[in-house]
């Protein structure tokens, strides 16, 4: 196949258990990811017409994607992202993170934008393709991770307002490291009091390309202070915690864990739903309530979780001027735990009772 980039494979000899396992790995700087764009070598497209029904997706050389002035992603934002993680495993093999509820997340999403999405088993497959064939450049173990942003797109052209009548489905990949640039340390937020993110009946619950535009000027307000992102609160009463720009936020206090509950403006997170899972099977009592902003200025414990960000403990938030403090400066001890409950699953460290993985080779 063709290739837009340095196709030049190094490899990387590891150790593991004795024996030698041999990585053919991409040329790039591995010790210096961030959350950047490293174009790689291959893209998944695949179009659907007006039946609803895709077809023939194909692998072809990253790059430029040919789209009507007139489509409707461009005019009207008819469009939907995802986003998820391969990790490449000590032995070398590569391993997906429960990639079926990104397709079925995509699907609900389709339905609220008026928008055909292709089939679970397409999406998986489509995912699977692209992964392996951009396998030299999933960072080595310890150096990060291969982030998969598939994307649904209203590609047809429309004057009027209405669904377009063509639709492309797109997975690009990039090699990510951390996504705050605090690493692992914890992170500031800032509790946004004049912006809002999403208001009920819109469509705050689904991952709309819409839904990002939108929170550029809080954050970029934020950032300019020193905040790491802004924590959006509820529009109505503005007193409820809902979650920050690009993941979902967890409060500790004593051994129950509690976070926002689903009503349709946030983002039904995977992360969220997976430590959920994994702290209740560590026996903590996990409450999805109203989180009001007096829950959170009492908290032991914060911290975010998203396929970007993992888990982020919170080290402080700003609220009105007031800043207060978490676990001094220092990692929680829950935030700690359920971090590395969810990191060694999601790398093949500890063993996958809940059939979340999915090994590629
Ligand atoms: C607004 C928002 N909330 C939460 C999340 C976390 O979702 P997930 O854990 O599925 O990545 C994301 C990231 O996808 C997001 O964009």
């Not at 669904?163 to 937020?189: D, Q, R």
């Not at 920050?244 to 051994?255: A, L, P, R, Y």
């Not at 609220?319 to 990692?331: I, L, N, S």
Request: net charge negative.
């Amino acid at each position: 196949m063709p290739s837009m980039v340095s196709l030049l494979p190094t490899t990387r000899c590891e150790a593991v258990e004795g024996r030698t396992i041999r990585v053919d790995l991409a040329d790039t700087d591995w010790d210096n990811l961030g959350f950047g764009l490293v174009p790689t070598d291959y893209m998944y497209v695949m179009k659907c017409t007006q039946n609803g029904t895709f077809t023939e997706g194909k692998l072809q050389p990253y790059g430029p994607v040919e789209l009507s002035p007139s489509s409707g992603v461009l005019n009207y934002g008819q469009g939907l992202f995802e986003g998820l993680k391969a990790y490449r495993k000590e032995d070398g093999s590569i391993l997906l993170f429960r990639p079926e509820e990104n397709a079925l997340r995509m699907k609900s999403g389709a339905e609220r934008m008026c928008m055909p999405s292709p089939t679970v088993e397409q999406f998986v497959d489509a995912v699977k393709l692209t992964v392996l064939a951009n396998k030299h450049w999933v960072p080595p173990v310890g150096k990060g991770s291969l982030y998969i942003r598939p994307l649904l797109i209203g590609s047809g052209p429309i004057l009027g307002l209405a669904p377009a009548p063509e639709y492309t489905f797109l997975i690009f990949v990039s090699p990510v490291g951390n996504y705050f640039k605090e690493g692992l340390a914890p992170i500031n937020l800032i509790v946004e009091t004049d912006f809002h993110r999403a208001t009920p009946g819109g469509t705050g619950g689904v991952k709309t390309i819409g839904n990002y535009a939108s929170v550029l000027k809080a954050q970029a307000i934020a950032k300019a202070k020193g905040y790491s992102d802004v924590l959006y609160l509820d529009s109505v009463h503005k007193k409820y915690v809902e979650e920050v720009s690009s993941c979902n936020i967890f409060i500790v206090k004593g051994n129950v864990i509690s976070t926002p509950e689903l009503l349709g403006t946030i983002l039904p997170g995977i992360t969220r739903k997976s430590i959920i899972q994994v702290a209740r099977n560590q026996g903590y009592q996990v409450d999805e309530r109203l989180v009001s902003v007096d829950d959170l200025l009492d908290a032991d414990e914060v911290f975010c979780t998203g396929t970007a960000v993992v888990l982020s403990p919170v080290g402080s938030i700003t609220y009105h001027g007031k800043r207060v403090e978490y676990g001094h400066r220092g990692v929680g001890v829950v935030s700690q735990k359920l971090y590395c409950a969810l990191t060694d699953l999601q790398k093949g460290i500890t063993e996958d009772n809940m059939g979340w993985t999915m090994e590629l080779n």
